[in-house]
Nanobody
Framework: VQLQASGGGLVQPGGSLRLSCKASGMAFSYGAMAWYRQGPGKQRELVAN???????NYADSVKGRFAISRDNARRLVHLQMNSLSPEDTAVYYC????????WGQGTLVTVSS
């Protein structure tokens, strides 16, 4: 299984970014997917996850601002991030458990003016 994340970058407070994760080596439509993040000096934390049937779950800190979605035909999972604040600055990781845990390489999101 390989997970390739993209879409990070520098954005001003209040701005938006869309992260994408391309999965290979798994029956994507059957797998739950998630986004985690690790901010400076912080532990890695769950941001959002989505089941194979499309049920979503969010960390309280991002509810109403972030949206996770999946495109099974393209084997993609997205994280739409709106109303970004400096506290959202982190490396964002795509994750799945397909027999064991798999992590993408991480994509850096920096929210700063």
């Amino acid at each position: 299984v390989q997970l390739q994340a993209s879409g990070g970058g520098l954005v001003q407070p209040g701005g938006s970014l869309r992260l994408s994760c391309k999965a290979s080596g798994m029956a994507f439509s059957y797998g739950a997917m998630a986004w985690y993040r690790q901010g400076p000096g912080k532990q890695r934390e769950l941001v959002a996850n989505i089941t194979s049937s499309g049920t979503t779950n969010y960390a309280d800190s991002v509810k109403g601002r972030f949206a996770i979605s999946r495109d099974n035909a393209r084997r993609l999972v997205h994280l739409q991030m709106n109303s970004l604040s400096p506290e959202d600055t982190a490396v964002y990781y795509c994750y799945t458990n397909w027999g064991r845990a798999y992590w993408g390489q991480g994509t850096l999101v920096t929210v700063s003016s």
